[in-house]
């Protein structure tokens, strides 16, 4: 309404109503975000960088409510029309932005990560489906339910703010039934991967990233009902999460498209974009296994087996094969440009690979390679992301690994470890904690984490947990030049994984 036009005016100029006035007020309310996280010890590249990508991280979770005369919040509802009291927000594609983009905010705004996931209920019940991808109404593009992730990381983060069955059963529903709109709302073959345990090719484009992705997301329903003690739809969901594995070909070492006859896809070339991947090829998506990394190192065979085939991710040429796609799209100009190998960090699903070394008891690789790039994929200039920014996934990226650590499985309170690019990080959290990570001796060849203390205890494991991060205190690297081959190699060192530390069936 004029009425609520003029409410909305008022409340964004304030009393001054004048340019100047309303700049400056702006610039305090960055200030006081950005400040939430102050590094220090960096070249000025890195420091304009960091902040350039700490401020696009945080231009999501976009608003899409108003407050009424009296400060209330409301809304319209983009899916039904209807206006309804409450915090809404949209313009976000789950796909992109489940992997750290919402995993920042649970650490940096969890208020406002409460506000959301309780929107994101009340968009079910408007939309008759959980967004997936709300440009503002749903539009179900890309691919996975991954609504759920979100719910779950934020519940496993400490979020109280939404109730878990109704969560719970919003996801089975999703789970078990073709959504109306593109191909990540409901599943389109989910009789399929219930009876045969993936989605077959050539019968679903995208087939085998389905099937990771639901077998994550399914893992991620078993997390929120175990941690909410709901028996019923742990049992439910429990029964999908190794899916995964039935769409590795052991025979190549490669994800790779089978269909309903249980035949692989022929002919196959792991460098060929699109068919049952989408946006990628084999190369890039048979790392899509987040909850089970260790289950994937099993299906390779061993440790040194995994590596190695991460290793060859880098060192194999740049080619593109467009496959099913005909032509070039961005994501491979992308990945030729980076120069990288097969490593196409323009584009999300390999964003976490570098990380899993740290699963197999090598993470002097992952902290080389993760500066590598962080120094070659981001820049500060105008050229400054190796492809889209993607609602600050792509920024949230950047933030976490400065830090030294990345949430690989949402829905885990877990984060993996890297290595700080700064010489110290100040983090200050809502609950008025702060967080100091320093290392004093950081520099672009002392790349290396020597040995590491929280508290001033010596710490040998490849992960950190949320809630004691969330205490504050005090993480300080000791930094060297070559890597130290022996912290972080322990079984005791090796981060969660579904299969070893659970052994459901
Ligand atoms: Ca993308």
Redesign the pocket.
């Known amino acids: 309404s004029a009425e609520q036009a003029v409410v909305t005016l008022n409340d964004e100029l304030g009393k001054d109503k004048n340019l100047e006035a309303t700049k400056i007020r702006g610039h305090k309310t960055w200030n006081e975000l950005l400040n939430r996280i102050q590094v220090e010890g960096g070249t000025d590249e890195q420091m304009k960088t960091f902040y350039s990508c700490l401020f696009r991280a945080n231009l999501f979770s976009r608003k899409f409510y108003e407050r009424k005369a009296n400060g209330e919040p409301y809304y319209y509802s983009p899916y039904d029309g209807k206006v309804y009291d409450g915090y809404m927000y949209t313009d976000n594609g789950f796909w ?1 932005t489940f992997r750290s983009q919402f995993p920042l905010t649970n650490i940096l705004h969890p208020t406002m990560q409460g506000r959301y996931m309780n929107a994101l209920l009340a968009a079910q019940e408007q939309c008759g489906w959980l967004p997936s991808w709300s440009a503002p109404g749903e539009t179900g593009g890309m691919l996975g339910n991954h609504s759920i992730s979100l719910l779950a990381d934020a519940w496993a983060k400490g979020i109280r703010t939404f109730d878990p069955e109704k969560a719970l059963k919003a996801y089975a529903h999703e789970a078990m039934n073709k959504g109306p709109w593109g191909g990540a709302n409901g599943r389109g073959f989910w009789k399929e991967y219930f009876e045969l345990g993936y989605v077959p090719y050539p019968e679903s484009m995208g087939s085998s990233a389905q099937t990771m992705e639901y077998a994550y997301d399914d893992f991620c329903g078993y997390q929120l009902a175990k941690m909410t003690g709901n028996k019923h739809y742990q049992e439910v969901f429990a029964r999908q999460m190794y899916n995964y594995k039935n769409v590795f070909d052991p025979s190549i070492g490669f994800m790779r498209g089978k269909g309903v006859d249980g035949k692989w896809q022929e002919p196959f070339d792991p460098l060929e974009w699109g068919g049952p991947f989408c ?1 990628g090829n084999a190369w890039h998506y048979t790392w899509s296994v987040f909850h089970d990394v260790q289950g994937l190192i099993d299906l390779f065979g061993s440790d040194e087996k995994f590596t190695t085939k991460i290793d060859s991710v880098f060192t194999i040429p740049n080619v593109i094969k467009p496959g099913t796609y005909g032509g070039i799209i961005h994501e491979m100009k992308e990945m030729e440009i980076a120069g990288m190998g097969q490593y196409a960090h323009g ?2 699903p390999i964003q976490h690979m570098i990380y899993m070394y740290d699963y197999a008891g090598q993470p002097w690789k992952a902290q080389y390679w993760l500066r590598e790039v962080m120094n070659r994929m981001y820049t500060a200039g105008p050229d400054g992301y190796c ?2 920014e ?1 609602n600050g996934q792509t920024s949230a990226w950047y933030v976490f690994s400065a830090l030294g650590f990345y949430p690989v499985c949402p829905g885990t309170d877990e984060y993996i470890l890297g290595a700080p690019l700064f010489k110290k990080a100040t983090l200050h959290f809502e609950n008025g904690k702060n967080l100091v990570i320093t290392a004093s001796d950081n520099s672009d060849t002392n790349r290396y984490v020597d040995e590491m203390r929280v508290n001033g205890t010596v710490y040998t494991k490849n992960y950190l947990k949320h809630n004691e991060l969330l205490q504050g205190g005090v993480i300080d690297f000791k930094m060297t030049d070559r890597p130290n081959m022996q912290r972080g190699t322990q079984e005791s060192d090796l981060p969660y994984s579904f299969s070893k530390d659970e052994k459901v069936k």
Do not use: K, L, S
């Open positions: 992109d946006e584009n999300q492809g889209d993607d």
